[in-house]
């Protein structure tokens, strides 16, 4: 059974607005939390993360939020711009960063 | 230029026949990883290493192996490949050690196909 789910396979969203892509986990130990986006024929590459002492964290348009009581993140672009197009991943790790479960992804469509 | 290297890029091979998929990385990074990829399921970790000599299992190990002799390396082994192995391999490396900020670098895929 998958520990992080990523429930909307696709999202489309228009230049300029807000793109909000969540997250769901079940094991309570994740300690760290990340977001990888990935274009094709590329291997993923790291966009943002967040420990679980926070519940926000801000990097220029990228924003991710973490509500530990639901076990939920989510990750917010804004403005979202056409090259924001690609599938994003969410992954977690204990404290120890050994282990780390990937959730099955979200493709975003920034529509121009 | 700090990369994760992977080789070959694609395969296509056919049951039983052993291979091994390469990755090197520049960055004398401790921590290394193999994923698959697999529709539906996103990134799966296969293997990871904290440093030379020390391996672990990741949450799909059933068919694989793995070796890690020299830091920069951490070649993927499929001593009997079979159809349900065919899927898209990423190797990945971060430094361990760093406050925050685990991000693990990728290489660019392997695209195996097992008949």
């Known amino acids: 059974d998958q520990q ?9 969203v228009q230049e300029g607005r807000i793109s909000i892509l969540n997250c769901d986990y079940t094991n309570s130990m994740f300690d760290y939390f ?32 973490l509500n530990k009581s639901a076990k939920h993140l989510s990750l917010h672009i804004v403005p979202s711009q056409p090259g924001d197009s690609a ?6 790790s204990g404290y120890n960063f050994n282990k780390f479960y990937f959730g099955s992804g979200t493709k975003l469509n920034v529509k121009p | 230029e700090a990369q994760v290297t992977q080789n070959p890029r694609y395969l296509i091979t056919v049951t039983g026949k052993k291979l091994t998929v390469t990755c090197s990385q520049n960055m004398n990074h401790e921590y290394m990883s193999w994923y ?7 990134l799966r970790q296969i293997y990871y290493s904290m440093n030379v000599e020390v391996t672990d299992k990741g949450d799909v190990p059933e068919g694989y192996k793995v070796s890690r002799k020299e830091k920069r390396n951490f070649p ?40």
């Not at chain 1, 590459?45 to 924003?63: A, C, M, Q, V």
């Not at chain 1, 599938?87 to 977690?92: N, P, Q, T």
């Open chain 2, 76 to 115: 993927l082994i499929l001593e009997s490949p079979s159809p349900n192995q065919t899927s898209l391999y990423f190797c990945a490396s971060f430094p361990l050690g760093l406050k925050g900020g685990n991000e693990q670098f990728f290489g660019p895929g392997t695209r195996l196909t097992v008949l």
């Open chain 2, 36 to 42: 698959r990829q697999d529709p539906g399921l996103g």
């Open chain 1, 87 to 92: 599938v994003y991943f969410c992954a977690a």
């Open chain 1, 4 to 12: 992080v789910k990523q429930n909307s396979p696709s999202l489309s």
């Open chain 1, 34 to 65: 990340l977001w990888y986006k990935k274009y094709p024929a590329e291997g993923p590459t790291f966009l943002i993360s967040i420990s679980s002492i926070k519940d926000k964290n801000e990097d220029g348009r990228f924003t991710v939020f």
